[in-house]
């Protein structure tokens, strides 16, 4: 019994604390104290959990992620969205369930721009919300087509808990994340389209007219800049032009000089956008530390070894242990929040997947792609709180249309997971 305390112990006191709503970080750190005083005296537990927490974030990687949430910040306030939002219209809009797949595409592009699905939910929300309304859309439906939507910009690149897993999993090359997202992620936002085509016809939503030729090249133009940042940032990667460091303030610099080219923002909203970020770095970077003390204290009472052992003495099948493990991150994901699971899950899951002969590149894919799940369930699905706010409605009204989508998204995640070469072509194409 006493050699299974260390887990128990972990497990015990961090589901007690959420329980009594500690907040994520804070129960973290907590269980991971209460874990390490099993082992070594009280002031050297301390300075241990303050030191791991101080070295969990000294990392050059980890210097992306307040770039990217400044940019993200920017293009929400710099008419980056609005752009998106009107080249999907003239695209798309004339199809079955039109708006809801024009929130869809705006969502993977925005999401895939600004790297944040909570920064696309809103500027997808605030923006196609009422106009969804006024066409005749149920309010709830339009919340949930956004909740899910905007979770495909956690795949497709630049994207922030992709350079978390990178950093979780021993540096797992980040341009080759970034390559491989791209594919599951349109795949997932494929999904999604024909749940809310299916609905839509079922609700008998009414279309829009088909735009011209010219309307679709006219959006076409004035998205192109907010485009070309994918261009810029993930061309440069990809080429070893800069890092994804380095991308990550090009990023910022570019988003920066695009809004105010735009007219979207003056220097007196600068001081707003930046606190902004500040306030959304500094939640980040405290859960990144965190995590980083539970998964030192997990590594040093041997835990991922024992679970690995464990998993691996259930079934040595490839597709078992990848279906348990799906089963858990789905478990895991409500109530979770995505960056701490990622820093957690991955040193105790990757050995195994990797001793299975299963590539960190698509398997980081699919972590990211279960976490996302994660983050439009209840109790503590942040992308499903800013959606139905930004809707004005609850989360009771908006769970019936949400699950068609919810399983839409889980479809897509057992496909992404059984058929590696979806996450790995690209990367292979590029020698990586």
């Known amino acids: 019994m006493m050699e299974y305390a260390p887990i128990i112990v972990l497990v015990l006191s961090f589901i007690v604390l959420l329980a009594i709503k500690v907040p994520v970080a804070w129960s973290i750190a907590i269980a991971s104290l209460l874990t390490m005083l099993l082992s070594i005296p009280a002031l050297p537990a301390f300075t241990t959990i303050a030191q791991r927490i101080a070295t969990g974030l000294d990392s050059f990687a980890l210097l992306a992620i307040p770039f990217f949430i400044l940019s993200g910040q920017l293009m929400n306030n710099g008419g980056i969205a609005k752009r998106l939002i009107n080249f999907a219209k003239t695209l798309i809009g004339s199809l079955p369930g039109g708006l809801a797949l024009i929130n869809i595409v705006s969502a993977m592009m925005m999401g895939a721009i600004a790297g944040s699905a909570?920064?696309?939910?809103?500027?997808?929300?605030?923006?196609l919300g009422p106009e969804m309304e006024k066409e005749g859309y149920s309010r709830e439906f339009g919340a949930a087509?956004?909740?899910?939507?905007?979770?495909?910009?956690?795949?497709?690149?630049p994207s922030n808990v992709l350079i978390v897993y990178s950093l979780a999993s021993g540096g797992v090359s980040i341009a080759a994340l970034f390559l491989a997202g791209y594919i599951p992620g349109i795949l997932t936002g494929l999904f999604l389209m024909i749940v809310a085509v299916i609905w839509a016809k079922k609700k008998g939503y009414k279309t829009r007219e088909r735009s011209s030729i010219k309307e679709v090249f006219n959006t076409f133009i004035k998205a192109i800049p907010s485009l070309f940042l994918l261009v810029v940032v993930i061309g440069g990667i990809v080429a070893g032009i800069f890092t994804a460091t380095e991308a990550s303030a090009i990023a910022v610099l570019y988003t920066l000089l695009l809004a105010f080219w735009y007219k979207e923002i003056t220097f007196d909203d600068l001081p707003k956008i930046l606190l902004e970020s500040v306030g959304t770095t500094a939640i980040v970077m405290l859960l990144i530390g965190a995590s980083m003390s539970m998964s030192w204290i997990m590594s040093y009472e041997n835990i991922p070894q024992d679970l690995s052992n464990a998993l691996l003495g259930i079934s040595d099948n490839k597709v078992i242990i990848l279906?348990?493990?799906n089963l858990l991150l789905l478990f895991v994901g409500i109530f979770m929040d995505m960056t701490p699971a990622i820093l957690i899950f991955t040193p105790i899951f990757l050995p195994i997947v990797t001793k299975l002969?299963?590539?960190?590149?698509?398997?980081?894919?699919?972590?990211?792609?279960?976490l996302s799940i994660g983050l439009c369930t209840p109790p503590v699905g942040s992308v499903l709180f800013v959606g139905v706010g930004v809707a004005n409605t609850t989360i009771e009204k908006v769970i019936k249309p949400l699950i068609p989508l919810y399983i839409a998204m889980i479809v897509a995640l057992f496909v992404i997971t059984y058929f590696p070469i979806l996450s790995m072509w690209l990367?292979?194409?590029?020698?990586?």
């Open 118 to 127: 909570m920064a696309s939910a809103s500027a997808m929300g605030s923006i």
């Open 145 to 157: 087509v956004n909740i899910t939507s905007s979770t495909t910009g956690l795949l497709i690149p």
């Open 323 to 325: 279906l348990i493990i």
């Open 357 to 370: 002969g299963i590539d960190p590149v698509h398997f980081g894919i699919m972590m990211v792609l279960n």
């Open 427 to 432: 990367p292979s194409v590029f020698g990586m």
